[in-house]
C-alpha cells in the first residue's frame, strides 16, 4: 500500500508544475475602450483582436521604435507625433526616409476605432492593414513587412512581449499589425471644452455658441458630430495642385465622380494639426475660412466676425488631456 | 506496482507519440488530397522553374503564387460539406504547398469539388489573417488594400522590358474589378486527385510583347483572373 505514495508525489509534482507554468504564462488582460456613452459603437470589430494591456503596450512600443523602417531612422511617431494629436506640423509633405518628400500631408490620429476607410483617398480598408503601407513606401519607411517580422523577431525583448500578448514567441504579420491596431484604437480624444459643454460640465462663451451655430450651418454636413467628420469622402471646392496632379479617391475607384474627393478629416484638436488639407497647402485656419468663402462650389458665406466666432468654436475642440496622455507618448521604461 | 506504473507510462507516452506521427494522420479514411501541377506546354516545373516555348520563342516562369480558397463538396450533386478556414496559398516553389490534403468527411465517394481561385470579398475587408493570409507572405497589397490573389511572373524573349521581364499580380475585391473566380472539378471517384494547370491557355491568350505588367485591380486584371481559372483540368482528361 506504500506504493501509493510515489503516485500521489508524482502527481502532486505534475499538478504543481502545471500551476506554475499557468501562473507565468500567457495571460492577457483584457482592456475595455472608454468613450463617451453617447457616441456610437465602434465599427472595428475587437472580437477578432481584443484589446489586451499587453497588446496594446506592444503596439505602442512598435508604433515608437524604429526598427520598422529600412535604416532604422523613422518610427511611426517621426510623422506622427502625440503632442501634435499625431500629425507632423510645420512639414506640408510628410518626410520619410532619408528626407525622401511625400506627396500627401500626415493626418491626425484619433478616434480610429469609428473608422473603417483610411488615408485621404481610402486606399485602405482595415485599420490592421494600414501600418503596411508607411513600412513599404519607398518615401516613407521603405522596408517589407516579411522583413520587419524577421528584424523584430530577433530583437530583445520583442518575442517575450509578443508571447505575452498573443500566446506565441514566434512574431507574425498578424500579431504584429494587430499590435500596432490596438495601440492606435485606445487614441480617443473625447474631453475637449466641446465634449465637456456637451457634458454639462462647462458652457461656451457668447462668441463660441455663435461659431457653434455657423458651424452646424455651413459645415456640419460634412464634418458631422462627434467626430467631425461624416467618414465619407467629399469634394470641398479645392483646385487640383498642378504639382501634384492627386486627384484623391478617383485614383482607388476609379470613377471620375471621385474626382477630387477627399476623406473628410476630423477637425477635433484642429488647432495644433496645421498645416491643413490633403497637401498641407494652408498654414492657418484663417486660410481654411478664405478659402471656404471664396469658393464658389460649397456657397458659404461668413462675415469676418463670423469668421472670428467660426475659429473660437473650432478652438474648444482642443482636448489637453489627449495631447499629453502619458499612456499615448514614448515609452520609458 | 512500481512495474506496472513504469508499463502504463511507457503505454501513455507511445499514444502520445503516436498521435503525433504524421503517419497516423495520413490515415484517415477521409482525406482525399488534391495535388495541383502547374505545366506550360506539358511541361512541368523542375525546381520551381519551368522552361518552355512560347510562339517559338523561350519564356521562362520563375514564380507562381495563387490562392485557392472556401472549398465545398459534393456527392449525387448534392452539398456535403465545407472546408473550415478554407485558405491554402500554393507555391510552385515549395513543391509540399502544391497537395492539399481535404476532408469531405464523405464516407466513401465524392463526386465533385468546387473552390475559388483567389480570395473572397471577405477575406479582403477582415484585417489581419495569419497563417496562409498573413501579409508577410508577400501576397498583399500595401498602398490599396487587398490580397494578391495570383502572381505569375517570368522572363519571355520578346518582352520589351528590362531583362525581358513579366510580371502580372493580380487581385481585386471590388466589383467591377472583382477577380475571385470560381472552379469546379466533376467527375470525381478516386482519394487523389491529380489537377493540371496548363498555363498555355492564359499565354494564348495575351500577347506578351505588348501586355507584360499588372500590378493593381483593373478590367485587365479581371479579364486576366478568368483566363487563369481556365487553365485547371483533371490529369488525362
Not at chain 1, 25 to 43: G, M, R
Not at chain 2, 144 to 166: A, D, L, V
Request: aromatic share 10%; with cysteine.
Amino acid at each position: 500500500m506504500g506504493n501509493k505514495l510515489p503516485l500521489a508525489v508524482l502527481f502532486l509534482g505534475i499538478l504543481g508544475m502545471v500551476l506554475v507554468a499557468a501562473v507565468s504564462a500567457y495571460s492577457p488582460e483584457p482592456v475595455a475602450l472608454k468613450y463617451p456613452e453617447s457616441w456610437p459603437t465602434p465599427t472595428y470589430d475587437f472580437t477578432k483582436n481584443p484589446l489586451t494591456k499587453q497588446g496594446i503596450e506592444l503596439g505602442r512600443r512598435l508604433f515608437y521604435d524604429p526598427i520598422l523602417s529600412k535604416d532604422s531612422t523613422i518610427s511611426c511617431s517621426s510623422c506622427h507625433l502625440s503632442y501634435t494629436a499625431f500629425t507632423h506640423v510645420d512639414h506640408d509633405l510628410s518626410h520619410g526616409i532619408a528626407d525622401r518628400i511625400g506627396t500627401r500631408n500626415s493626418p491626425v490620429l484619433m478616434n480610429l476605432a469609428w473608422v473603417s476607410s483610411f488615408m485621404w483617398d481610402g486606399a485602405v480598408n482595415h485599420l490592421d492593414m494600414q501600418a503596411l503601407a508607411p513600412i513599404s513606401s519607398p518615401v516613407e519607411m521603405d522596408e517589407t513587412i516579411e522583413n520587419v517580422v524577421k528584424k523584430v523577431q530577433r530583437s530583445s525583448p520583442y518575442p517575450s512581449l509578443f508571447y505575452h500578448a498573443f500566446g506565441d514567441s514566434t512574431v507574425t504579420g498578424e500579431h504584429l499589425l494587430k499590435a500596432m491596431a490596438q495601440f492606435e484604437l485606445t487614441l480617443v480624444s473625447a474631453n475637449s471644452k466641446y465634449d465637456q459643454v456637451k457634458r454639462g460640465e462647462a458652457a461656451f462663451t457668447g462668441q463660441e455658441n455663435n461659431g457653434y451655430m455657423l458651424f452646424q450651418k455651413n459645415c456640419a454636413r460634412c464634418h458631422a458630430e462627434p467626430f467631425f467628420t461624416n467618414h465619407d469622402f467629399e469634394k470641398n471646392g479645392l483646385p487640383l495642385d498642378t504639382t501634384l496632379h492627386d486627384f484623391g479617391r478617383m485614383v482607388i475607384t476609379q470613377l471620375p465622380t471621385d474626382s477630387l474627393k477627399f476623406k473628410v478629416p476630423t477637425l477635433r484638436n484642429i488647432e495644433f494639426s496645421y498645416p491643413y488639407m490633403h497637401d498641407g497647402r494652408f498654414r492657418k485656419l484663417g486660410d481654411v475660412m478664405k478659402h471656404y468663402t471664396q469658393s464658389s462650389q460649397l456657397n458659404i458665406e461668413l462675415s469676418s466676425n463670423e469668421k472670428v466666432d467660426l475659429t473660437a468654436f473650432l478652438l474648444t475642440l482642443t482636448d489637453k488631456e489627449f495631447l499629453f496622455n502619458p499612456d499615448f507618448a514614448f515609452p520609458r521604461n | 506496482m512500481k512495474y506496472h506504473l513504469k508499463i502504463s507510462m511507457a503505454i501513455l507516452l507511445a499514444g502520445l507519440f503516436l498521435l503525433h506521427t504524421p503517419l497516423f494522420a495520413q490515415q484517415n479514411p477521409q482525406e482525399i488530397v488534391l495535388h495541383i501541377n502547374p505545366i506550360l506546354n506539358g511541361k512541368s516545373s523542375n525546381d520551381g522553374l519551368i522552361i518552355s516555348q512560347l510562339n517559338g520563342d523561350s519564356i521562362a516562369i520563375h514564380t507562381l503564387r495563387f490562392y485557392l480558397s472556401n472549398f465545398v463538396f459534393y456527392k449525387n450533386g448534392k452539398e456535403i460539406g465545407r472546408e473550415k478556414d478554407s485558405y491554402h496559398l500554393l507555391d510552385m516553389e515549395d513543391e509540399s504547398t502544391l497537395s492539399i490534403a481535404i476532408n469531405p468527411n464523405t464516407g466513401d465517394g465524392l463526386g465533385a469539388i468546387r473552390f475559388d481561385l483567389g480570395t473572397d470579398s471577405l477575406t479582403n475587408v477582415s484585417g489581419a489573417m495569419g497563417g496562409d493570409l498573413d501579409p508577410a507572405n508577400g501576397m498583399y497589397w500595401a498602398w490599396n488594400s487587398g490580397y494578391i490573389n495570383f502572381k505569375i511572373e517570368g522572363y519571355y524573349e520578346k518582352c520589351p522590358t528590362r531583362n525581358h521581364q513579366f510580371q502580372f499580380h493580380i487581385g481585386g475585391y471590388l466589383p467591377p474589378f472583382k477577380t475571385v473566380q470560381t472552379i469546379e472539378l466533376t467527375g470525381l471517384n478516386k482519394r487523389e486527385i491529380w489537377v493540371d494547370m496548363e498555363l498555355s491557355v492564359f499565354f494564348e491568350h495575351i500577347d506578351l510583347a505588348k501586355e507584360h505588367s499588372i500590378m493593381s485591380p483593373s478590367k485587365a486584371a479581371a479579364n486576366l483572373a478568368q483566363l487563369l481559372s481556365k487553365t485547371f483540368r483533371i490529369h488525362g482528361e
